[in-house]
Structure formats: C-alpha cells, structure tokens
C-alpha cells in the first residue's frame, strides 16, 4: 500500500516496548496508527477473565480494526504490542482527508479490507471449530496466512516470536493442550522451530492434516 503508507510518513513517529497497550478496549480511538515494524495482537477478555486473541498485526498493517468517517469509534479490542514496535499515527480527520477522491489511495484500501476479510474467515474457522487439535492447526493455517516468508523449499517461516500462550490463546484452549498440539505437530513433521525460535511450517503437510481432522 505505498499511497496509503505515504500518509503516515508525516505523522507522530512512537516505539513501545513488548507488551505496551496501546489502545484500550472501550476506548475512543482518535487516531489512525500503521505499524513500521514490529507486531501487535488484538484481543478481548471474556466474562471468565480469560484472553481471546483475534488477529496479530504487522508490519503494513492499520488499525483500528473498525473506523467511522462521522465519529471516533469505540475500540473493540485491545491492542499490544508483541516485542518491541514502531508505529506511525495521524489523526482520524487526516486520514480521511487524504483519501477522498484518491483513487488510487482506495483501491489499496480495499485490497487490504478484502485480505483482512480473509484472515478473519480463516480465524472464523478456528473460533468454530470443536477439536483442539483442529484449532490449534486452524491457528497455524492462518499465521502461515497472514505473516510468514515461503521458503525454497515450500516451507512457511512464521516471522512472529510466538509463545505456546499465543497459540493457546488464538485457539481458544489451555497452554498445556496447546503444547501437546505442537508436539504433535511437531512428531509428524508438519511444524518446527528455527535456530531464531520462530516456527516453520510445512504448508502442504498442514493443509493435508486439516482436511483429515
């Protein structure tokens, strides 16, 4: 999106470290943000006190999640950062001041929506499903999805420094359960960690162990 990122190239420049909250849920978001470098999770807290992590976001990425051109909206969700991060900010009224009647500014817009869109069928699919080893492969369908390098060999480099947490998280099941998953996963040689700890998935292998389950 270089026109849109072009936007931000005057705006406030802020770094945070890991695990800063940026935004609140509940919170009215004044501004605009798009991440230079670094990751941050979206989130909510059930009734029982509990994490469900939505989607991670990275570098490219805007958010809040939901805008409205009349007022500021009030954040659904939580948004902190996962190591540390770079972010530019501009104010609401900037932001949809450029992009009327820039064509080109909202066909990248809506490139992005519709890429965005497909991330959350994808995370859709983890929320409905019943099996925890189904989940926790669902969660690593779509980080392969959304923020992973393909490798010569057919691989997918996650580039996101995950906990077991994080997984357990986004699939909606305990860390213990999480981590008998991605041992699993491990034993049959769909998923590994790099020297960096970062996990490489075997894309084919994990599309071929979701059909089965």
């Known amino acids: 999106m270089k026109k849109v ?4 190239g ?3 420049q802020r770094e945070y470290p890991n695990k800063q909250i940026i935004l609140y849920q509940g919170e009215k978001a004044h501004d605009i943000y798009q991440i230079k470098s670094g990751y941050i999770k ?8 509990t994490e469900q992590l939505l989607l991670i976001l990275g570098p490219g990425d805007i958010y809040p999640l939901i805008w409205s051109y009349k007022k500021p909206p009030i954040s659904h969700y939580f948004y902190e950062t996962i190591g540390d991060t770079a972010i530019s900010v501009i104010s609401r009224e900037d932001f949809f001041e450029k992009i009327d009647g820039d064509h080109v500014a909202t066909k990248e817009l809506l490139y992005y929506f519709a890429e965005q869109w497909m991330n959350l069928m994808s995370r859709l699919e983890t929320i409905e499903a019943s099996d925890a080893s189904h989940k926790v492969k669902q969660v690593f369908a779509y ?3 959304a923020h992973a390098n393909r490798k010569v060999d057919g691989k997918a480099r996650i580039k996101v420094q995950l906990t077991q947490q994080h997984v357990a998280d986004m699939a909606g099941v305990t860390r213990e359960t999480a981590n008998v998953q991605i041992r699993e996963l491990m034993a049959a040689k769909i998923c590994e960690y790099d020297k960096d700890g970062l996990f490489v998935v075997d894309s084919k292998a994990l599309n071929k162990a979701i059909e089965k389950s």
């Open 143 to 145: 980080l392969t999805l």
């Open 5 to 8: 990122e072009s936007f931000f």
């Open 42 to 49: 979206a989130y909510n807290i059930n009734s029982q006190g």
């Open 10 to 12: 005057d705006g406030t």
